[in-house]
């Protein structure tokens, strides 16, 4: 009675302590913010190139630069699915710390013929592999490393969301502009036009004259219904990143600055590159993993040990306490094949994160030039713009006198208007040139860190 009271006391233990199932059905609906006012605030710093350390996200008055990105990093479906995947990595590890369970054997020989003084006989074995003991450390660390491998990549994520929700900040900016811009030159090709109508009715104006009006009109025209297009574009791709629905109001205010970048803070910048850009650093943590792996598997190449206590008796009713060992003789095998694939795999992650590191050097220079020469291009633009406005205004004087014709002082219009589209494009294509750079080289100059608040804004 005592025996069978402590079996079922150990077994209701072992139950007790193991997990249950609780079934977790999928979402009906789609989890996207009505208003901009409905997305979700920063709760510790973000680790983002050119962010500041502390910036509220207020929506009342619209959103400037730094609140788009801020929203965009925390709010962003696919961030947001990114950052489960920590729990994953975390569970893993406590795997690869936990030693496997002892194994408990038992037998039970019950004597088929009749004889003097038989009894029933038993055994009972419990025995411990001992190899897990022997890689537990490097399986550990391995596994530490693909976590701070898993928390990189997702830093590198969300900094690869903050350059697009810049990068979108600006197009949706300058799209506004050349709005205004393009309205104007419409309406100035139109009111040509009527003029051009109304000339050739009294017979003032030539056919052919009145045709280049009427098709200047139409590209203005076509300009606009382009434009209407890429602002339907970039509204969408703007509101899928802030997890916002599609149909959601959407206000941005404010400017985005460009800051300079000379060939001393370039070369400093890619110099430190290795120790800052995250996906840089997740490939170190994902080699340092993988050396630890062949560790772990040149450890396991030693003989397997296996020991245990047993208690037995024979159905003559001798009884008998003893101790076993087992040995796995490393002869054959002796775990050459996996320790071949491990050193194979890390010689592939070391050339992988070499072509990563020249590749991302030479993306950064191709972008620094690029951007060199749309700064000069928009200098020489900009240079123009306030020459082309004085002759716009002495044109417009020399018109009003009737000094200079309708046709010239339409042309000179349209000029300064396209120049300042002109100028708008390419400090849209700057800007986006340096956000990019900036992403690139992680500027500005910081050694990169896990992201502390992913954990918190999980979902």
Known sequence: MTRSLVLLLGISTLLAGCASYHPNPLPKGPDLAGKAADLKTPSAPLRIPGL???????????????????????????????????????????????????????????????GPGLVNGFSLGLAQDLQALITRG???????????????NLLWQEWQVAERARS???????????????TRMRRLYARRYRSDKAALRRGDLTLPASAGDLSNLVDARSRLRKLA??????????????????????????????????????????????????DLLALRAGYASQEASVRQAILAQFPGIQVGINRAADTSAVQTVGLTLAIRLPLFNRNRGHIAVERATRAHLRRTYQARLDQAVGKAHRVWQKSRLLARQLREVRERVPELAAMTRRVRRGFQAGDVSAATWTDLQSKLLAKRAEAVQLRASLGQARVALDTLLGMPLEPAKPSRHGGEQSG
């Open 52 to 114: 500041p350390d502390h910036h509220t996200l207020d929506p009342a008055d619209g959103l400037d630069r730094t609140e788009t990105v801020l929203a965009a990093v925390l709010n962003n479906p696919d961030l947001r699915a990114a950052r489960s995947k920590r729990g994953i990595e975390r569970a893993q590890l406590l795997q690869a710390g936990l030693l496997p369970d002892p194994q408990l054997s038992g037998s039970l020989d019950h004597p088929t013929s009749n």
């Open 138 to 152: 490097a399986a550990r660390q391995a596994r530490k490393q693909k976590v701070r491998k898993v928390d990189l």
């Open 168 to 182: 979108l900040f600006i197009e949706h900016r300058a799209q506004q502009r050349l709005q205004a811009l393009y």
């Open 229 to 278: 297009r890429a602002r339907n574009k970039t509204d969408h791709e703007l509101r899928a990143l802030l997890g916002l629905r599609p149909d959601a109001p959407l206000h941005l205010v404010g400017k985005a600055p460009v800051r300079p970048l000379d060939a001393a803070a370039l070369h400093r910048a890619t110099v430190a590159l290795p120790h800052r850009r995250p």
